[in-house]
């Protein structure tokens, strides 16, 4: 087994909403080691967006322990996580969030402003990461004139440029057509397979699912499933 990327302990997660207590999350233990590609599935309000949200650390737990990458994340302030946001963790959504009067590249060079990157470097990855998920020569291209796959691939470029150690992806397909689904899907394959990248990813699409090595349902706030399948070759 490859050393566990994700460490998470009897993590819980609950809001107090007035007189109303919600556990979002329950007790939820589990390990994603480096280079897995897990899809997590489950029924709104199952709890597998607050568990996303968790491990990307855009929110904290109530108690329970979530390790990244041996760190204690759930200990960290809020300035610290942001920080690891930025330089560990790429966010892939469901509505791209791309800037629509910024061209490809300068969209992809947005997350490095907030490093102590040289100007030309900024550039030079921004055109990497747009070669690497096959968008070389629509760099100038604004998002008015891509397609809604090419937008996902911009999106997932940017996500890339800060070379995290993992990618979250929250519903990547749920804009696309089933055709453009595969191929952003097979792009996730190959950043997988050839590149080592760890993919978590949310979906409620099945179809989409067979795409993971690893498949985790959660249901009223704990993992009901964590299945292991072959995944597309």
């Not at 990618?167 to 394959?189: C, K, V, W, Y």
């Not at 009901?224 to 597309?232: I, L, N, S």
Request: hydrophobic fraction near 40%; glycine fraction near 10%; aromatic fraction near 6%.
């Amino acid at each position: 087994m490859s050393q566990a990327l994700i460490e998470v302990r009897d993590l819980w997660k609950v809001y107090e909403l007035g007189d109303v207590r919600v556990e979002a999350l329950r007790g939820v233990s589990l390990d994603i080691a480096k280079g897995e590609l897990v899809a997590v599935m489950g029924a709104s309000g199952s709890g597998k967006s607050t568990f996303m949200n968790l491990i990307g650390c855009l929110d904290r737990p109530t108690r329970g322990i979530y390790r990244l990458e041996g760190t204690d994340v759930s200990t960290l302030s809020s300035d610290a996580r942001a920080t690891i946001r930025n330089q560990q963790i790429g966010f892939v959504f469901q509505s791209f969030n791309l800037i629509a009067r910024t061209t490809a590249v300068e969209n992809v060079e947005l997350p490095l402003f907030y490093g102590d990157i040289p100007i030309g470097d900024q550039r030079r990855r921004a055109l990497q990461a747009l070669a690497a998920v096959g968008l070389g020569g629509r760099e100038s291209h604004l998002p008015s004139q891509l397609s809604g796959g090419q937008q996902q691939r911009v999106a997932i470029a940017r996500a890339l440029v800060n070379q995290p150690s993992m990618l979250l992806a929250d519903e990547p397909t749920g804009n696309l057509d089933s055709r453009t689904s595969s191929e952003i899907m097979e792009l996730f394959r190959q950043l997988n397979v050839q590149q080592g990248i760890t993919i978590v990813l949310v979906t409620h699409e099945p179809d989409i699912a067979e795409w993971a090595r690893r498949v985790i349902t959660f249901r009223d706030g704990e993992v009901m499933t964590d299945v292991a399948q072959k995944g597309r070759q």
